[in-house]
Each structure stands twice: as C-alpha cells, then as structure tokens.
C-alpha cells in the first residue's frame, strides 16, 4: 500500500475484526442478590435453615439461625477489612475505583434538570449540546500569510518502531478509546507486534503531508462541572477522546517541533513546558521580587485571569 488513508483503514478494520474475532462482546444478565461476602458454605447453611423452617423443626431452626448470624457477621466484617487492607496498596486510580464499589457511591446526578432548562429549544438535549461550540465565534485560521515549503524535509524526518513502542508501552490504558475504536491496553500489550505498521503509516503520512480524518476526529463527553447542571454553556465541560495512535504520532512530531522552538523561548515561560510548572514560576518570582527589596527597590505587579466569557 503506496497510500496512507489506505494504511490506516485497513489497520484499525484488520485489528478491530480479530479483535471481534476472539474476544467478541457478549451480553448477559443476572439477578444474583447475594451479597458480595457470601460463600458456599454460608449458602448451604441458609438452606438448612430454610428447611428446618419449612419442616417446623424449631430448636434446630433457631440453632441454624443464630450459626448464620454470627458467620455472616464474621464474613461481612472479614470482606471489608481485606477491602480496606488493599487500599492501602492501590493507586489512584484504583484507590477510588475500589472505595466506590464497597461504599456503593452513586454517579453524579443525571441531565434531568439540564433537559428541563433546555426544553424551550429545538431539538433534543443530545443535539443541543453536540451543536454547541465554544469555538464557533473563531474565524478560521488563514495560511495565506504562510510561504511555502520548497525544500523537501521528509526523508530527513523518519520514524522508528523503537520510539512508538516506547509511548506505547507507556500509554495510559484507563483512557477511553477514541473514534477509531482500537482500545488503549490492547495497544499498549500487543506494542512489539504492532509498531512496524504503525511506523509506516505514520512515515507515509509525512511523506505525503497527510493527517487521515480519523486522528483529526474526537468523542466530545459533556461531563457536568457541578452538581445536577442546569446550564449547557457555563455547566458542561467538554472532554474530548482522542485516538491513542494520533497521540502518540503527535508526540513524535511535536518533539521535532520543540528542538527548533525551544532556544526561542523565554526562560520565564513555564506553562506547556516540560520539566516546568506553576511552582518554578512562583520560585522565579518570588527570587526577583526579594532581589529588588534586597537592593532597597521597590516591587509593583500587575495580575490578571483570562476567563471565558459567560454566554
């Protein structure tokens, strides 16, 4: 295959059929009402019990009752300890996840407010907030002033399978595929087996200066900023999936990109940069402003927050 757009249909149609193939999504319900702590032997004593209550055999119904009693405290008190034993081992991620389920926390509330605030509109709520952009009063970007490239840069840029596989394994796997549907852990488990195809489209892709659609995609999620929103403008905070392999080839880029910005930047920007952080401002400010009251000066500072305006 000569051309990229080809490459990637055919990668992520081939990766999503075998994975189709042998782990295919199976759908299936249960009514279990047993309480996550109960074993065999706790079911078979409840069934003695239950028996000898049918059968009016009262000492030995009351002598079941009170052996299920005291088990299922034991067990019950025994489940939790183990839970919380195990948070202490847990990361974040793991640590929330877990004391959600033992404490059964509950989801934050629904869209029902949200959809009665917005019923006056047309359409429903899912069209309202997918047709609402806090983007749309941007004009779009205009390369005209842009000269153009004449030298051809290409071949001196190639990607190795050695670099993608070291994102790759490095890849967040609590993350959400994005719209090409190829989930993160399978990519980051099968990174050896699949870096070589991955490298000659990415190679492809910046010999013919071409983004296929699908890494230019996103899954926008309207995720409620406070608790039961009411407001589509001021409530919601789009969080957008993004392909993990669009990710990892912007990280290769954007490396290139950063060897020839960097020297240009001045040493008092800190955000978006690497190694860098709110805290080594706050250090360099702070050193400048105890120069200048060392040396019997002055300091004045100016403040401000960029906001985004309320619609």
């Avoid at 047993?34 to 065999?40: C, Q």
């Avoid at 003695?48 to 009016?56: E, H, L, V």
């Avoid at 002055?298 to 309320?310: A, H, M, N, Q, Y």
Wanted: some cysteine.
């Amino acid at each position: 295959m000569n051309s990229c757009q080809e490459m990637v249909d055919y990668f992520c149609s081939f990766i999503l059929h075998l994975l189709n193939l042998y782990m295919p999504t199976i759908r299936s319900s249960s009514n279990n009402f047993d309480k996550p702590w109960f074993t065999p032997e706790f079911r078979n004593l409840v069934k003695q019990r239950q028996r000898a209550y049918m059968s009016s055999q009262k000492s030995l119904y009351c002598k079941l009752r009170n052996i299920v009693q005291r088990l299922a405290a034991s067990l019950c008190k025994q489940y939790y300890t183990e839970k919380i034993e195990q948070l202490h081992s847990a990361d974040s991620h793991s640590w929330w996840k877990k004391t959600k389920q033992f404490l059964h926390l509950k989801q934050m509330d629904s869209f029902e407010l949200l959809e009665q605030s917005n019923s006056a509109d047309n359409g429903s709520l899912p069209e309202i907030i997918n047709n609402f952009s806090v983007s749309a009063h941007l004009s779009p970007f205009d390369f005209s002033p842009l000269e153009p490239i004449e030298q051809d840069f290409s071949h001196e840029y190639v990607i190795d399978p050695t670099q993608i596989v070291s994102r790759l394994l490095h890849n967040n796997v609590h993350k959400s595929s994005g719209p090409d549907g190829l989930p993160s852990w399978l990519l980051q488990d099968l990174a050896p087996l699949l870096s070589q195809p991955i490298a000659a489209i990415f190679n492809a892709s910046l010999w013919e200066g071409y983004l296929p659609p699908i890494w230019k995609s996103a899954e926008v999620v309207p995720v409620p900023k406070v608790h039961s929103p009411t407001s589509i403008y001021n409530d919601l905070g789009p969080i957008s999936l993004l392909p993990t392999i669009s990710k990892v080839f912007e990280s290769i880029v954007g490396k290139w990109f950063l060897t020839f910005i960097e020297p240009h930047l001045d040493n008092c920007q800190f955000g978006c940069r690497k190694s860098r952080s709110t805290t080594h401002a706050l250090v360099a400010i702070l050193h400048t402003w105890m120069t200048a009251l060392d040396s019997h000066g002055s300091v004045r500072s100016v403040l401000w927050i960029f906001e985004k305006p309320l619609i």
